[in-house]
């Protein structure tokens, strides 16, 4: 049985940069979505298109890697001459 004066939720230890690099963090469609000033969805059918990399964790759950994505979209921008 449990302590009842334990905390239930203990804080987790900062990660430290060379973890940090080794599981960059992950950001959801809607935060990617106010980065790049599109919406949620745009976010969504763009991974889907294959135009910015995601990672999916089951059916449901999508992520981006927000350095990976944005050097997508400069690489997308610079080959149609300046536009987003």
């Given amino acids: ?3 009842p004066r ?5 804080k987790k230890p900062s990660r430290t940069t060379s973890e940090r690099t080794a599981h960059p963090e992950l950001f959801e469609a809607g935060e990617v979505g106010e980065i ?4 949620r969805e ?3 059918a763009w991974a889907r298109a294959g135009r910015i990399p995601c990672r999916r964790f ?3 759950v999508v992520r981006f890697e927000l350095e990976k ?3 997508a979209e400069d ?6 001459g300046g536009a987003r």
């Fill in 42 to 44: 745009t976010v969504l």
């Fill in 58 to 60: 089951g059916r449901r």
């Fill in 1 to 3: 049985m449990r302590d």
């Fill in 69 to 71: 994505v944005l050097e």
């Fill in 6 to 10: 334990s905390p239930i939720h203990q």
């Fill in 36 to 39: 790049l000033h599109v919406s």
């Fill in 75 to 80: 690489r997308r921008a610079r080959r149609m």
